[in-house]
């Protein structure tokens, strides 16, 4: 029987030709006739340019009615691979093919404007999908439903909630019928039930209708619930491709392979803030080293640095502790006070709880005035390892332990009847 | 692949043509108190300006006749610039769409059109109060007006889809696109006629002159409004309308030969 291919990709490769010294290069016309004349100097001396190459010679091929996840960490061709598949960027080298009608959704709201009202934005941003009028007209109503903005519909957008605004957007998005959609990282905003509902529409799509999705998220939890196949990126390369429990444990175990010491690059809070950034993330151990691996039962620290641009009036830092696939497991956060602008190391200390070993994402934010500007779960990693356990040896420690290993004081003593 | 493939695309997002072009239009007069009067405003100010000036220097028309004249090739002038603005900055101005979904990018500039035509429609109210006013006969030829509004289109939108693509790197655009408008009015026969610059221009600079696009399209809506001598001569009017044409197809080529590429240089 041959197999039923949808999506076809071979040797697919996007570089960027990055300019090395980018004060020289303008973005004016005038500053490029300057450049040109400055260069008439420097001919025969190599470019200032650097070739990066975001994707390298990716091949794989996906069956109809296949939910595949696209999991990597931050700048493995994860989101370059999916805008060369939607069409939104040429690749350099190789083809892809594929049959059907692509729809893709890379942020929610695409084209949404403030100042149309619900009704205006569902028939602007569904167009911009790919919707003919027909397609909206039918859908409509439903849309409304899933969004549950009934009564803000003839409201400029701009005077919703957040929430409501990424309900709505999503809705759009949710009832398009392409055979094929792709998904990068949209169910990152919304509360935790719309993410819940979102997932349950894309399976329904899925499952019932046999549409193929790509999906892209941090969320491993998400991942392996919708999802039936992988794809591991690494680097612009493509690591691994198969059942996705393989490729995601492949993708723990390959964040394991950490020092303890991470660079953050990436704020996820969207309307990009200059108050200032988290700078690194360092894990420290018992002995203020910093450590990939804290053996269970040892105490540890998260330090933060971070960078403030302005003066704050009430600076509040915060980190956060969850499981791989995205539950929550603790937050603690500074109490606020204003400060000044300038560079800073924040500790949090953790000498009490003893959690289990394994792997967790560390989750840090920065805000000001209870306005949350910073945050970043993706990049900084915390790993429990049962190396040299530094306790109770002799107990028997497993996951069904729980989550929490510090054992309750008990006393026991007898009642006379 | 190339223009003639993505005319078929074109077609099957009509919805997105129309719903941008409305977007536009809504988004333009929400929260401005008079609305729609503003549409009539500017022309209305540049017609009283150069009416008033051409007819205290072209005395060998009545002062309606002049008023008419400017106001005719003005409307014409100002639906030009504003295509040709508005498609120059189209593509960098939507660049927010085109980077997160796919669709024809063609699309966007062609919405810019349809507003700015419904502002020129608004604007004809001007033309229509001043023929009652002066009298001004009407003849057969106006039913071929909309050619030369559609002829307009096309010079606007051609020349513009070179501006749009070249705004993508080169952002000098944005200060370039005013001032070739407030210089080709002085060199198209807005304020005074084809005839009126012709006479005046030593003979080989004529077909300079006629080089303009914009010429064709506003002696033949002054024909189609006034009559017969508005037209200086057949030889000249073809020339223009070939540059007309020459423009779109080479503008629609630049667009496509870089338009894949948009996003990585926006």
């Known amino acids: 029987m041959s197999k039923d291919h949808?999506?076809?990709?071979?040797?697919?490769?996007?570089?960027?030709?990055?300019?090395?010294?980018?004060?020289?290069?303008?973005?004016?016309?005038?500053?490029?006739?300057?450049?040109?004349?400055?260069?008439?100097?420097?001919?025969g001396r190599k470019k200032e340019t650097e070739e990066f190459w975001a994707l390298k010679n990716v091949s794989f091929e996906v069956e109809r009615g296949d939910r595949v996840g696209v999991i990597g960490r931050n700048g493995a061709g994860k989101s370059t691979l999916l805008k060369i598949l939607s069409r939104i960027t040429p690749p350099t080298k190789g083809r892809i093919e594929y049959t059907g009608r692509m729809a893709s959704l890379l942020e929610v709201g695409t084209g949404f404007h403030g100042d149309l009202s619900g009704r205006e934005n569902i028939y602007l941003n569904g167009s911009i999908l790919g919707m003919s009028k027909q397609e909206i007209d039918k859908k409509f109503d439903e849309i409304v439903a899933f969004s549950e903005v009934e009564r803000f519909l003839d409201t400029p957008v701009k005077r919703y909630s957040s929430g409501m605004y990424v309900r709505l957007a999503f809705a759009v998005a949710a009832h398009l019928e392409p055979e094929i959609l792709i998904v990068d990282e949209v169910l990152a905003v919304g509360d935790a039930a719309f993410q819940k509902k979102c997932l349950g529409k894309m399976q329904d799509v899925s499952t019932k209708e046999g549409r193929t999705i790509l999906f892209v998220s941090h969320n491993m939890d998400a991942v392996q619930k919708l999802?039936?196949?992988?794809?591991?990126?690494?680097?612009?390369?493509?690591?691994?491709?198969?059942?996705?429990?393989?490729?995601?444990?492949?993708?723990i175990s390959n964040n394991a392979l950490s020092n303890g010491f991470f660079e953050i690059e990436k704020n996820q809070i969207e309307n990009l803030s200059q108050m200032g950034k988290v700078l690194s993330v360092s894990v420290l151990n018992a002995h203020n080293e910093v450590s990939g691996e804290i053996p269970t039962g040892s105490s540890w620290k998260i330090s933060i640095r971070f960078v403030l641009e302005k003066?704050?009036?009430?600076?509040?830092?915060?980190?956060?502790?969850?499981?791989?696939?995205?539950?929550?497991?603790?937050?603690?956060?500074?109490?606020?006070?204003?400060?000044?602008?300038?560079?800073?190391?924040?500790v949090f200390s953790n000498q009490e709880i003893f959690y289990t070993t394994g792997q967790y994402k560390i989750a840090v934010g920065l805000s000001n005035n209870n306005h949350s500007y910073f945050y970043n779960d993706t990049e900084s990693f915390l790993t429990i390892s049962d190396a040299g356990m530094a306790y109770e040896t002799e107990r028997i420690i497993n996951k069904d332990s729980g989550l929490i290993l510090n054992q309750l004081p008990v006393e026991i003593r007898e009642i006379n009847g | 692949m190339g223009s003639f493939f993505s005319l078929k695309e074109v077609v099957r997002y009509k919805t997105l043509l129309s719903n941008l072009a409305r977007r536009d239009f809504l988004v333009r007069y929400k929260q401005a108190f008079a609305g729609i009067i503003w549409a009539l405003v500017k022309p209305l100010v540049s017609i009283l300006v150069f009416g008033y000036i051409a007819s205290k220097i072209n005395s060998g028309e009545s002062t309606a006749r002049n008023f008419l004249y400017v106001a005719s090739a003005m409307l014409l002038w100002q639906l030009f610039s504003n295509v040709f603005n508005e498609v120059s900055n189209?593509?960098?101005?939507?660049?927010?769409?085109?980077?997160?979904?796919?669709?024809?990018?063609?699309?966007?500039?062609?919405?810019?059109?349809?507003?700015?035509?419904?502002?020129?429609?608004?604007?004809?109210?001007?033309?229509?109060?001043?023929?009652?006013?002066?009298?001004?006969?009407?003849?057969?030829?106006?039913?071929?007006?909309?050619?030369?509004?559609?002829?307009?289109l096309i010079n606007g939108f051609g020349i513009g889809l070179y501006f749009a693509t070249i705004n993508v790197k080169y952002r000098d655009v944005k200060f370039i696109v005013p001032v070739l408008v407030q210089f080709g009015m002085y060199v198209s026969p807005v304020i005074f006629s084809t005839a009126y610059y012709l006479e005046r221009l030593p003979q080989w600079l004529h077909w300079l002159f006629c080089l303009n696009p914009m010429v064709g399209a506003i002696d033949g809506f002054k024909y189609c409004l006034f009559g017969g001598e508005a037209i200086y001569n057949p030889q000249t009017f073809a020339l223009s309308v070939g540059v007309s044409f020459l423009f779109l197809f080479t503008g629609i080529k630049y667009f496509f030969k870089f338009e894949r590429s948009f996003v990585d240089y926006i």
């Not at chain 1, 003066?311 to 956060?320: A, E, N």
């Not at chain 2, 009652?132 to 509004?149: R, T």
């Open chain 1, 6 to 43: 949808i999506i076809q990709v071979e040797g697919l490769s996007k570089q960027y030709i990055l300019n090395r010294n980018a004060a020289e290069k303008s973005d004016t016309l005038y500053g490029n006739v300057l450049g040109a004349v400055k260069g008439l100097r420097t001919i």
């Open chain 1, 311 to 346: 003066d704050h009036d009430f600076f509040v830092i915060g980190y956060g502790f969850q499981s791989l696939f995205g539950n929550p497991i603790n937050t603690s956060w500074s109490s606020g006070r204003p400060m000044k602008r300038g560079v800073y190391e924040a």
């Open chain 2, 90 to 152: 189209s593509i960098v101005g939507n660049a927010n769409l085109f980077s997160k979904v796919y669709f024809p990018k063609i699309i966007i500039p062609l919405s810019t059109i349809l507003v700015c035509l419904v502002d020129f429609v608004i604007s004809l109210l001007i033309l229509i109060v001043l023929f009652i006013i002066a009298g001004e006969p009407v003849h057969w030829q106006i039913v071929l007006a909309p050619l030369f509004v559609l002829l307009t």
């Open chain 1, 227 to 251: 999802c039936n196949k992988g794809l591991l990126m690494h680097k612009g390369e493509l690591l691994q491709q198969g059942g996705i429990d393989a490729v995601i444990s492949s993708y």
